[in-house]
């Protein structure tokens, strides 16, 4: 904290220590019934606080989701409320989701993804390593028998498996430079070949 936030604190607890004061001075006689309203207030701005941030989450909650549009020739995704474009691939028949994430190179796979698309994660060599925004990572490089996008299917495609605390798998540049157009607008993500 600052000298200046601390000075603004101590003006603001000065301030509601006379005004505070005056009022209860002036209602001293029903001192238990201004207690009673002033709870129900205190209690009124203290939900109005907590809805307020909690509002995204709510949102997210029970606001329907956007849904991607699959085409022949496109995939066009909503930017959910968090920011990210998230996608639900098939790695090797298996459903995978990921985040879009064009400062990672590769795809690269949680270990609970790495196992739901069928690889021995255990028999894997975790020999490179990885840049993060939290640091260094160990990887195992794989490859991939086939990811399917709605229409784009590709065969032997090149991955990593995280050999850290990975709570989503990351969709890469090694993947997403596979499509001719990658554009986000209107806060779309379409990606074409």
């Not at 989450?57 to 995704?77: K, L, R």
């Not at 260094?136 to 995280?162: C, H, K, M, W, Y």
């Amino acid at each position: 904290m600052t000298g200046d936030n601390i000075a603004t604190l101590l003006f603001l607890l000065l301030l509601l220590t006379v005004i505070g004061g005056g009022f209860f001075m002036a209602n001293r006689p029903s001192l238990g019934q201004t207690a009673r309203q002033l709870g129900t207030w205190a209690l009124v701005f203290l939900g109005l606080i907590v809805a307020y941030g909690l509002w995204d989450d709510v949102q997210g909650e029970f606001t329907p989701a956007a849904q991607a549009v699959v085409t022949e020739e496109t995939i066009s995704v909503p930017r959910s409320a968090d920011g990210h474009f998230y996608l639900t691939l098939d790695v090797n028949g298996a459903p995978v989701e990921f985040v879009v994430d064009t400062g990672a190179t590769d795809i690269v796979l949680s270990e609970a993804d790495a196992r739901r698309a069928g690889i021995a994660v255990e028999d894997l060599a975790f020999l490179g390593r990885a840049m993060t925004a939290n640091g260094p990572v160990e990887i195992a490089r794989v490859n991939l028998q086939s990811v399917q996008l709605g229409e784009f299917t590709d065969r032997n495609v090149r991955a990593s498996v995280n050999g850290g605390d990975l709570g989503i798998s990351l969709l890469g540049m090694s993947y997403l430079s596979r499509f001719e157009t990658l554009q986000i607008q209107n806060n779309r993500l379409t990606l074409s070949r």
